[in-house]
């Protein structure tokens, strides 16, 4: 493997192209999995999946697994999910709730806070085990929540979670906000799907507005070939109950990936802190005001205003966000109520988890439409979903060869402007602003100063894919 100086890494990024290492030397994906994942506030999931006192969900941050577990305090704790004795996990369930975990190997037990417990013929040792401090599952260092969402970093230093979200967290703010009752809640299980392409590719596409005309055109045509649905709007959670609303979901949705180019350009897209960014005003009014006509979205909206108020609740309704990417491993869809966690497996192979949200107090049959949107976008049978993958494996190909240095993301540069505190907007819509935003990220990530890194001293390998595709 190649090893690279500081200036080498930053001769990789320059202001309108990156070089194609970027994507496809491993060695820049162990010193990534270090610097980047061992630095920055990693998305880990929402606190209703564990609601109750010993409830636990296992994952990955870069190659450390995890457990991210509710003690019996109710206090949130991501403890590395390694036996203190010979090292193997002590978890291996997709989740659960448990008031013990046991290593299989020789039976030492630890309590959700990590202390250990147990240990089977405790006499054979000198003196007592149990209790020690330096025999306790490992604490990941910090771990903090934004209105529900885990996050954590295995750096001990850095700043705090609020400060690396900076104005991307009112896209929490607009999923949360949404809900009548104030909560949303994780439901309707998860889809999990791979590609063989590097972690970067999802992050880029979610927010590429040039791609879906061409990615996307087979359902694009398709769908135009449909009659019109009747009423409703997925964004919104207002669609007819019944039988077709998948049906008009879907269309409506194909539809807007074929949208002319002076649609695309006139949407905001928007760059922050930290390579974080989002798109926004994705739906048009017109589309809103259908969607109001709905006796569902009328139900909700009436639920929305008793608790915030008619303003408000038009004001929050207002919102028209697409996707928002928290660099480096989260993109989400607050409007849609989809937050998909990114899993870098190797330097060309990726895992991205969808979870799915409901808005507490609207009603139920918003909830169908959110699981069937989740189909028609990250399930796994998905029309759309699929075209992106080929896409991303495709690129990964195609960046794998050595005969081309550069990637070129020059759309719109120069053309930036200020925004609301801590945003740049693209000066259109179809800029690349955002690709250029995360490689100035990525960049900062790994020329960084030791003193700010990570506590990791050497790179990991990333977590083979059989651990990664236990059954749920
Ligand atoms: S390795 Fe875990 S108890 Fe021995
Ligand atoms: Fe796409």
Known sequence: MNSYTNEQIADLVRPDRVHHAVYSDPALFALEMKRIFGRAWLALGHESQIATPGAFFTTHMA??????????????????????????????????????????????????????R????????????????????????????????IFASLAAEGESLVDFLGPVASSYDDIVDRAPAGEVEVAGGMFRHAYNGNWKLVLENHIDTVHPAFVHQSSVHAAREQPDAESGDASTGGSRAGATSFADIQIRQ????????????????????????????????????????????????????????????????????????????????????QYRIVQP???????????????????????RDTVAFANIVNGTASEVLTDDLEVYERAQQGLSSGLVDWVY????????????????????????LPMRNQFEAWSRYMTAEDATATNRATPRMAPSASTLNKPL
């Not at 990726?350 to 009603?363: D, H, Q, Y």
């Open 409 to 432: 993301l020059g759309r719109g540069l120069g053309g930036d402007v200020p925004d609301s505190p801590g945003l740049r907007r693209g000066g259109m819509g179809t800029s690349e």
């Open 118 to 149: 147990f240990v089977p013929m405790e006499s054979s040792y000198a003196s007592s085990l149990c209790g020690r401090e330096d025999l306790a599952l490992a604490h990941v260092p910090r771990v903090a929540s934004y209105r529900g969402f």
């Open 254 to 337: 194909m539809r807007q990936n074929g949208a002319p180019p002076a649609v695309w350009e006139r949407l905001g897209i928007f760059a922050g802190p930290n390579g974080h960014g989002y798109m926004g005003d994705y739906h048009s009014d017109d589309r809103l005001v259908v969607a109001m006509a709905n006796p569902v979205f009328a139900e909700y909206r009436a639920a929305l205003s008793a608790r915030v108020g008619a303003e408000r609740a038009t004001q929050i309704l207002s919102t028209h966000r697409f996707n928002t990417i928290v660099y480096p491993n989260c993109s989400f869809m607050s409007q849609f109520r």
């Open 345 to 367: 497996i190797a330097v060309d192979r990726t895992i991205v988890n969808t979870f799915s949200f409901r808005l507490k107090g609207a009603p139920e049959a918003m909830f």
């Open 63 to 116: 190659a450390e697994p995890v457990i991210v577990v509710r003690d019996l305090e109710g206090e949130i704790r991501v403890l590395v999910n390694r036996c203190t004795h010979r090292g193997p996990l002590v978890c291996h369930e997709a989740r659960g709730e448990t008031r013990q975990f046991v290593c299989p190997y020789h039976g030492w037990t630890f309590d959700p806070t990590g202390q250990l």
